[in-house]
Structures are given as C-alpha cells and as structure tokens.
Nanobody, 124 residues
Framework: QVQLVESGGGSVQAGGSLRLSCATT????????MGWFRQAPGKEREFVAA????????YYADSVKGRFTISRDNAKKMVYLQMNSLKPEDTAVYYC?????????????????WGQGTQVTVSS
C-alpha cells in the first residue's frame, strides 16, 4: 500500500511555471511506476506523464511534451512535475498515481493508488 499527497498547485498566468510535488508513504516506493494525470471540468481524467521505477524512462502526453518534466527521488519517496510555459488549457486538477505495472503505464486503469489532487489554474 502507498498513500499519495500532492502539493504545489496554484494560480499562474500563461507562460508561467509551477512545480508539483507528490509525497508518498510506504516502504516500497521504488517498486512503483509513478504517473501524473489531470482532469479539467467536464472532461475525463487524462494522462500527463509517467516515470519508471528507476527513473530511467519517462513518457509524456503530446500536449505537454517539451514543457513538462517528471522526476522522482526514491530516497525521499517523492515524485515531481515541473510545468513550464503553462497554457490556459493546462488548467485542471492534477493527480499523482502509483502503479505496480512494470514499465511506464500510461492508462488510468493501470494505476492502483491515487492522491486527492491539486488544482492548477492558468489564466490568459
């Protein structure tokens, strides 16, 4: 079992940056692939980025590629999402998630554990 708590959300103008953090509990953090998803009002929750257990591999949604960077610190049991060049369409609740699937899962159903989410609002 792992518990996830996101932080770092807020309001920012277009072009700005935010860094989301996800703190985890549990002894086996390094055995989970980690991902970030987001959900805008009236829309389905969508994949944003994922990182493998060892941080050796990452994968991004096309909409954020080149602007967002996912990273993790297994010693601190933390995962991060650095978001640059933010756009109004990035406005959503952002969720951290953990998966026992080997590799870099990109679909919601492959993640068993979820945080409560943190709001990101980007104004034009």
């Amino acid at each position: 079992q792992v518990q996830l708590v996101e932080s770092g959300g807020g309001s920012v103008q277009a072009g700005g940056s935010l860094r989301l953090s996800c703190a985890t509990t549990g002894r086996t953090f390094s055995t989970y692939a980690m991902g970030w998803f987001r959900q805008a009002p009236g829309k389905e929750r969508e994949f944003v980025a994922a990182i493998s257990r060892s941080a050796g591999s990452t994968y991004y949604a096309d909409s954020v590629k080149g602007r967002f960077t996912i990273s993790r610190d297994n010693a601190k049991k933390m995962v991060y999402l650095q978001m640059n060049s933010l756009k109004p369409e990035d406005t959503a609740v952002y969720y951290c998630a953990a998966s026992t699937i080997v590799g870099i899962p990109t679909t919601r159903g492959r993640y068993a554990f979820w945080g409560q989410g943190t709001q990101v609002t980007v104004s034009s």
